[in-house]
């Protein structure tokens, strides 16, 4: 919860900002407030439990790197095509091959942001894991239990309701499916091969702008239903 006084008077009460309010405080702010950028993917969602705290750390430290990686890449592709559009570059018999030069450069900036999004994902996902281990209390998984397992134990102690739970599940092994997409990229396909044509987007995620910034909401959201279940 945000709060807000009037700017003309230190001395006044502070009141509660309406979600409008704080989302443009959020990011009016979100330069200067690194330790507060997990808010908005948790809906300003207030966590009393401190096992939440490291969770929503973790959480602030992957919006961090999706907001560098994404102005790194935006500044140095933006110096590129306007060295590309003034033609500075180019050399005097030789000008198709300079603005190769400038296109492999601007791809393995794209491609590294790319692998960053990838980054980011395996990062905000291994938060919300995490958080499941702290909050299992009894019949602890082993280390070799995945996202999906942990989840299992730890909603068999929520009072939910078997399609809460369901939709719960679901949403995790979306989650899970985009973190073992990412690691099998690594392993064994270019980056640009990622999406295979012939499968559903959710069977093969394309690591963009567009997925990470659902992944983390999914993150957040979900971590929100499970505390607001937690002491039910």
């Not at 702290?134 to 309701?161: C, H, W, Y």
């Not at 012939?198 to 499970?226: M, W």
């Amino acid at each position: 919860m945000y709060f807000k006084g009037d700017p003309g008077d230190p001395l006044s009460p502070l009141t509660p900002m309406s979600h409008e309010e704080m989302e443009q405080s959020y990011r009016a702010d979100a330069d200067e407030s690194p330790s507060s950028l997990a808010d908005l993917y948790v809906d300003f969602h207030d966590f009393d439990d401190p096992r939440f705290l490291e969770f929503t750390s973790r959480l602030g430290a992957a919006v961090f790197l999706l907001r560098t990686i994404g102005k790194a890449s935006r500044h140095q592709l933006d110096h590129l095509r306007a060295v590309k559009d003034s033609g500075s570059h180019r050399v005097r018999g030789w000008e198709s091959e300079s603005d190769m030069v400038i296109d492999e450069d601007m791809y393995a900036i794209s491609d590294a942001e790319i692998i960053g999004y990838g980054a980011v994902t395996v990062a905000a996902v291994a938060a919300l894991e995490a958080l499941a281990e702290d909050l299992i209390t009894v019949d602890r998984p082993s280390g070799s239990s995945g996202l999906q397992q942990k989840f299992e134990r730890l909603l068999s102690a929520l009072r939910m309701n078997s399609e809460e739970k369901a939709e719960l599940q679901g949403e995790v092994k979306k989650l899970a499916n985009r973190r073992n997409s990412f690691a099998h990229s690594v392993t064994g396909h270019p980056w640009h091969t990622w999406r295979d044509p012939n499968k559903p987007p959710k069977e093969n995620p394309v690591f963009d702008t567009e997925s990470v910034t659902d992944t983390l909401f999914t993150v957040g959201s979900i971590a929100v239903t499970v505390d607001c279940h937690l002491n039910e």
